[in-house]
């Protein structure tokens, strides 16, 4: 029988870890995931040794596997634990997540950046309705927009001239919206200063912000970047350790060779491409619900994930709900759920957990890490 690391994650999500309530695919608990024909092999992270699923997960994992995929598959599951943290005057850099000491958000599980190479394609929406799609499927969610440039998020959820509170413990308490914890740099600072910031001082406002914030426990934290690829973008990327990054585009070749150009800046720094979305990719008109009309062109970014080798994660049809609801302060996928775009949306997410879970589950539980002074 011929299956792929896919159905193995998708067999693996009924493994509950009784101590924290959730999967261990969700947990990020399954690592060095190989599949070779008919034998599966993979490496359970616990969080200690002596935690008493140590003793059963093993056998639960194999069940599970044989359940779904067939008696015949051999299953070899080995056992690790967290890594200890390294000294405190040793920082470590790469991409993957957990590990780093100087990690700002530490109770974070995966860091999700949403960026565009060219302004105005659609990049907030589709954040904003990525990060509502995951709290929908009961994951916990944090949606952050670093565009201090134009910060469209406070906007965009109907929280507008909103300012967060700030707890005892001097923590940055995010605003919560539809079930999402909310921050947006439009709450701290004023835009029209910001236009002039330099590079340095972005990082530093970023870092602080993500760092003082008390973002308790989060399977995913999206974060909103400012379009481009120039310094800033790069510094904020660098500013976190991100899971892998989501590249909006429009089908038009002047979005696609940006877009082109956001794959190779990630690339540069080590973070997976989780994918690329398309959006207004098609007009349909309300009276013609059989018609597609595809106003910019028609599948460039599908072509442009294919020539680059990384997944595409879905197409969003243009639909006046869309700008509306954005305006109006509630996004599509809640406001109109039905809508074919909040469908797509839904979709597009599915696609982006299933490429996190895959790129989680392939990473090494001690991953190689470039270690660097400071
Ligand atoms: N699929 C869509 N259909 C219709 N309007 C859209 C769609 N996606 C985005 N828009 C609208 O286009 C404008 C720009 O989108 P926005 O998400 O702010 O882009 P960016 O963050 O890339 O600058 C907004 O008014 C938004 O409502
Ligand atoms: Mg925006």
């Not at 599980?109 to 589709?126: C, D, E, F, Q, R």
């Not at 001097?170 to 910001?194: E, H």
């Not at 006046?320 to 759920?337: K, L, Y």
């Given at each position: 029988m011929a299956f792929?690391?896919r159905?193995?994650?998708q067999a693996?999500?009924?493994?509950v870890d009784?101590e924290?309530?959730k999967?261990?695919?969700?947990?990020?608990m399954?690592?060095?995931?190989?599949?070779?024909?008919?034998?599966?092999?993979?490496?359970?992270?616990?969080k200690s040794?002596?935690?008493?699923?140590a003793?059963?997960?093993?056998a639960?994992a194999?069940?599970?596997?044989?359940e779904?995929?067939?008696?015949?598959?051999?299953v070899?599951?080995?056992?690790?634990?967290e890594m200890?943290?390294?000294?405190?005057?040793?920082?470590?850099?790469g991409?993957?997540?957990?590990?780093?000491?100087?990690?700002?958000t530490?109770g974070v599980?995966n860091?999700?950046?949403v960026?565009s190479?060219?302004?105005?394609v659609?990049?907030?929406?589709v954040?904003?309705?990525?990060a509502?799609?995951?709290?929908?499927?009961g994951?916990?969610?944090?949606?952050?927009d670093?565009?201090?440039?134009g910060p469209s998020?406070?906007t965009?959820?109907?929280l507008?001239?909103?300012?967060?509170r700030?707890?005892?413990?001097?923590?940055?308490i995010p605003?919560?919206k539809?079930?999402?914890?909310v921050?947006?740099?439009?709450?701290?600072?004023?835009p029209?200063?910001?236009?002039?910031w330099?590079?340095?001082?972005?990082?530093?406002?970023?870092?602080?912000?993500?760092g003082?914030?008390?973002w308790g426990?989060?399977?995913y934290?999206?974060m909103?970047l400012?379009p481009?690829?120039g310094?800033?973008?790069?510094?904020i990327?660098?500013?976190?350790?991100?899971t892998g990054?989501?590249i909006?585009?429009t089908?038009?070749?002047?979005?696609?060779?940006?877009a082109?150009k956001?794959v190779?800046m990630?690339?540069?720094v080590n973070?997976?491409?989780l994918?690329?979305?398309?959006?207004?990719?098609?007009?349909?008109?309300?009276d013609?619900p059989?018609?597609k009309?595809y106003l910019?062109?028609?599948?460039g970014a599908?072509r442009?994930?294919?020539d680059l080798?990384v997944?595409?994660?879905?197409?969003?049809?243009i639909?006046?709900?869309v700008r509306?609801?954005?305006?109006?302060g509630?996004?599509i996928v809640?406001?109109g759920?039905?809508?074919?775009s909040?469908?797509?949306?839904?979709k597009?997410?599915r696609h982006?957990v299933?490429?996190?879970?895959?790129?989680?589950?392939e990473?090494a539980?001690?991953q190689?890490?470039?270690i660097?002074y400071?």
């Amino acid at each position: 029988m011929a299956f792929t690391a896919r159905d193995v994650l998708q067999a693996l999500r009924s493994v509950v870890d009784p101590e924290r309530e959730k999967d261990i695919v969700r947990l990020n608990m399954v690592r060095n995931l190989t599949v070779e024909d008919d034998t599966v092999s993979f490496t359970v992270v616990l969080k200690s040794p002596t935690a008493p699923f140590a003793d059963k997960v093993q056998a639960q994992a194999t069940a599970a596997l044989h359940e779904a995929l067939g008696d015949d598959l051999t299953v070899n599951v080995a056992l690790d634990n967290e890594m200890i943290g390294l000294g405190d005057d040793l920082q470590v850099s790469g991409s993957g997540q957990q590990q780093s000491t100087d990690d700002p958000t530490p109770g974070v599980l995966n860091t999700i950046a949403v960026a565009s190479g060219k302004g105005g394609v659609g990049k907030s929406t589709v954040a904003v309705n990525l990060a509502l799609s995951l709290a929908e499927e009961g994951y916990d969610v944090g949606l952050i927009d670093t565009d201090i440039y134009g910060p469209s998020v406070p906007t965009m959820l109907g929280l507008e001239g909103e300012k967060p509170r700030v707890s005892e413990e001097r923590k940055i308490i995010p605003l919560q919206k539809y079930g999402l914890k909310v921050l947006s740099m439009g709450f701290m600072i004023d835009p029209q200063k910001a236009v002039i910031w330099r590079g340095p001082m972005v990082t530093k406002a970023i870092r602080q912000f993500l760092g003082d914030t008390d973002w308790g426990t989060l399977d995913y934290l999206v974060m909103d970047l400012p379009p481009g690829t120039g310094d800033i973008q790069l510094t904020i990327v660098q500013t976190v350790s991100l899971t892998g990054a989501v590249i909006v585009s429009t089908p038009q070749e002047v979005a696609l060779a940006d877009a082109r150009k956001g794959v190779s800046m990630f690339d540069n720094v080590n973070v997976p491409v989780l994918g690329i979305v398309e959006n207004m990719a098609f007009f349909t008109p309300p009276d013609l619900p059989d018609r597609k009309y595809y106003l910019f062109g028609q599948g460039g970014a599908r072509r442009l994930a294919q020539d680059l080798d990384v997944p595409f994660l879905g197409e969003i049809p243009i639909e006046q709900a869309v700008r509306e609801s954005g305006d109006d302060g509630e996004p599509i996928v809640t406001a109109g759920p039905d809508s074919a775009s909040a469908k797509a949306f839904r979709k597009a997410t599915r696609h982006m957990v299933d490429e996190v879970a895959l790129r989680n589950a392939e990473q090494a539980p001690s991953q190689q890490v470039e270690i660097l002074y400071r």
